[in-house]
């Protein structure tokens, strides 16, 4: 399998995890990231900071719409594959500024297949995510579902780039694959979502907010059986394919509520807001493609995954 891999957005929540479980396999990684404002530079630094001690790990700070960066990168590190998880992210912040969601995720992503176009690169995996799937009627989400129908700009700026993503396969014989991120938590988990801020609201005895009754659900996926699944994905990457990764198990808002309650040993203030514009009522992965086709094989139950992530902001005071 290649050795040589360059990760956009690698300073991120996925993209640092998956470094630091590329290097212990013997990878040769080079990771991309522009810090975007998003969330506090300070918790990316600490995120890449063990990376950055390794010597097979190389570090670019740059921003995936600048060609002249991305052809630096290429032709100095010459990856093999490339792991695109470089995106602006979040549901709700992508009503509010459309434009910068669609540079960054859509023209970002041509900008990364022109990159490997030019420098005859064929091998790609693309971060995508459950949001395309909108309010889909059927569960669990199969990826023959129908996904002509977003509900945020950010969903469909996803959604555009795994049509992008399939152009350059038909027309360049590139080998992508489209992975579908469900709702990923765990160490180094993002701020801006739920079961960081739950989290960190409930240790520090304040009060958390839900929005709609508490019913909505989401198939809650953890991070080490994301990594799993892109490393079957790497093993595996030929042609072209669209992945569900998740845990096939969906959750209501209000049942996660009680398992950080249960693993914090505090009790919840909620305070319950409308449902947001965007939002979908649920999220539920149907893995059977990934399982057959890649091997995948998440293994981390919910609230196995609360106990352990709980424990890790409690030993690391991460975010606080």
Known sequence: MSKKVLITGAAGFIGSSLADDLLAKGFSIMGIDNFDSFYTRDI??????????????SFQEGD?????????????????????????????????????????????????????????????????????????KKIPFAESDNVDFPVSPYAASKKACELLCHTYHHLFDMDIFCLRFFTVYGPRQRPDLAINKFTRALLNDEPITLFGDGSTSRDYTHISDILQGIGQAMENLKGFGIFNL?????????????????????KADIKYLPMQDGDVLRTFADISRAKSVLGYNPVVNIADGISNYVE???VNNRNF
């Open 246 to 266: 998740g845990e096939s198990n969906a959750i209501s808002l209000k049942e996660l509520v009680a398992l950080l309650e249960n693993s914090t040993g505090k």
């Open 64 to 136: 995936i719409r600048d060609m002249k960066f991305l052809d630096s990168c290429f032709s100095g590190f010459r990856p093999d594959i490339i792991i695109h998880l470089a995106a602006k992210a979040g549901v709700r912040p992508s009503i509010k500024d459309p434009a910068s969601y669609y540079d960054v995720n859509v023209n970002g992503t041509l900008n990364m297949l022109e990159a490997m176009r030019k420098n005859k690169i064929g091998r790609m995996l693309f971060a995508s995510s459950s949001s395309v799937y909108g309010n889909n």
């Open 312 to 314: 890790w902001v409690r």
């Open 44 to 57: 990316k630094e600490t995120n890449i900071s063990n990376a950055l001690k390794h010597n097979l790990y």
